[in-house]
């Protein structure tokens, strides 16, 4: 699989040679081509940028850089163009999954205040966004989205690593995690974790696992169709 990053700021995703991204991208499970944006310019002092139309704060990122940009790397154009911006459609791990299966993704990170509407009508397939906050540009979203989907990817994560029990697999959240000392500061071990019976510890597991997301993620337990559990309080 191939990621494309158009960005105006490029330095940004030298982190992905880091970590298990950096042994993934070097062992050849996906590869990434970063695309300065401002390469594109045709203006002398490479301008990415314009005033708004209509009046308002900020700058606006012109069409032309971007769209050529984006003729350039994807000619024709065989990858999913994605847009990132907080009026875009949520990121979930369900999307990450489906964008792994994909022989190539787009990934454009706008900056300033937005890009030009014209951009997205003529050059993306789909806009999204990591969550319901405003970032100053697209680059760190761009970040997320790749790291989320390249878990995806054949031999990304190490055997010790799967996606299989972690939150969200399942539609829950995710149960603790133990490890030495059996006791720490005065907090112990639950005794279950150490008993050896694995269909006790299985148990233990799904029941904190429901727990936790009633308490903090009701709406995916209404998603799934469970009721909350009881508890104590
Ligand atoms: N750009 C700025 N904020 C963003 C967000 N929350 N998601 C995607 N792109 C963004």
Avoid at 182 to 188: E, K, P, Q, S, T
Wanted: charged share 30%; glycine share 10%; net charge negative.
């Amino acid at each position: 699989m191939r990621f494309d990053v158009l960005t105006i700021f490029p330095e940004y995703f030298e982190v992905m040679h880091t970590g298990i991204m950096g042994r993934a991208v070097r062992d050849g499970r996906f590869s990434l081509v970063v695309t300065n944006i401002r390469d594109y310019s045709l203006d002398k002092h490479h301008k990415t940028d314009d005033y708004p139309y209509g009046g308002g704060a900020g700058m606006v990122m012109t069409p032309d850089p971007v769209m050529r940009a984006i003729e350039a790397v994807d000619p024709d154009h065989e990858a999913l163009r994605i847009y990132l911006s907080p009026k875009g459609v949520p990121f979930c791990q369900e999307m990450a999954e489906e964008l792994a299966s994909r022989e190539r993704v787009l990934l454009l990170s706008g900056g300033y205040e937005g890009i030009d509407e014209r951009i997205i009508e003529l050059g993306i397939d789909r806009e999204v966004s990591i969550g319901d906050y405003v970032l100053t540009g697209g680059e760190l979203p761009a970040l997320v989205v790749m790291n989320a989907t390249a878990r995806y990817i054949d031999g990304v994560l190490g055997s010790e690593e799967s996606t299989d029990e972690e939150s969200f697999a399942s539609g829950l959240l995710e149960y603790p995690h133990y490890t030495r000392p059996r006791v720490y500061r005065g907090l112990a071990v639950p005794d279950v974790l150490v008993s050896g019976d694995h269909g006790e510890v299985a148990k233990w597991r799904a029941a904190r696992s429901l727990e936790i997301t009633a308490e903090r993620r009701p709406d995916l337990l209404a998603k799934l169709g469970i009721k909350a559990p009881k508890t104590d309080g």
